[in-house]
């Protein structure tokens, strides 16, 4: 055992610490710690803080490892500190519409528990349902149901967090008319770990939708444009809008991009929208599906990001989603032509953002800089329209090379503030987020 691991061990109960080739899993965009540990409980998080400190090493917060190859790669890694073993609802109150559960509790445990009451916490992030609801909170990470139901920042009403230096702070608090520390809440969420690690979080739910149907069209990527703008201006309540274009060698002969029209509503307004949803598009819908298949679609939508090795977001106001398909064609120039599903394109058409997923790029001789030099080529042409290029995940030479985000905007000068006052010494996830 290395000495760094054992000094943990000396401070955790057995069974919490692992290392050697066990560690090499936990791998942060490459960087293996030289200890992964576990704690169960806040006051095992604030021990491994304050000793962090002390021995001047540097941690990044995970939950279950579902993200750790996403956002800048870190400065350093000596240790990953899983949430995972966290996992309990510690007050549930469904007549509040609140829940407060431990960080580590996965998405499904948590959507599960709630299913028992009728009511659910609509956040749909890329990747599989048993990532934690920290990690979702850390990264700030939403899909294609942002649009009707916000963002992580729209559900959290307060969390608790244990600082650089193993203090415990409570931020926000169960009710919504409740705003001590309600400015600073908004800024941790999205932090990817740099201002603490997110050990309870209490958030709002909603009743369950009493019925789920999603309606098709299919057609030529340009069509969907064209057809998706006209359905995101229709006067009906849509849970979620989506565009979906397939890899180059996914397409089995034939138009086969798809239009995904999801609405939750009780049955009889469902009957009214879709209605409302052909006449504005002046045609017939290719499918309909209803209950759990509608619900299955949205969840290969969730794992479209499974297995690749380049995902790109751009954003752009809603009305520009023909100019960011344009984007992303030149974006598809980096892709192996001859590895892999090729390059699939994903817009959650509502919000403006187009995720382009490649299964492998190219190498060759100087790869990386021609990488770069289109990725700074796009961003720079997205930030001078109002938009932005973020890297969710790539090789980490290359987003080392262009950053995983562009201009950060007048957060960062707040930002480096709270982060000297959160973690003095700075071991919290040193440079995940490029200027922290």
Known sequence: MNALAAVL??????????EGFRAEQWAVCDRVPQAVVF????SEVAE???LATQEGWTVVPAGKGTWLHGGQPPGAVDVVLSTMRMDRITLYEPGDLTVTAEGGIGLDLLARRCGEHGQWLPLDPPGPRKGTLAATVSTASSGPLAYHHGSPKDHVLGVSLVTGDGRVLELGGRVVKNVAGFDVLKLTIGSWGTLGVLTSITTRLHP???ADRTVLFRGEAAELVALARAIATAPAPLAALEMLLPGERERSGGPVSLLAVRILEAPEATDEICRIVTDTAGASAFRQMDGRASADLFRNVEALESGAELVVRLSLLPSQL??????ACTL??????DEGWGTR?????QNGILRVIMSRMARGEGWIDRAAEVIERVRGGLEAEGGSLTLSRGPCELVSAVGAWGDVG???PLMKTLKREFDPAGVLSPGRLGFL
């Open 9 to 18: 061990s000396r401070r955790l109960p057995e069974g919490q610490v692992v």
């Open 39 to 42: 704690p169960e409980s806040e």
């Open 48 to 50: 491994v803080m304050r």
């Open 208 to 210: 369950q939708p009493p």
């Open 322 to 327: 023909e100019a960011l398909r344009q984007y």
């Open 332 to 337: 598809r120039d980096l892709a192996d032509p």
């Open 345 to 349: 394109l994903a817009a959650h058409v």
């Open 410 to 412: 007048p957060a960062a």
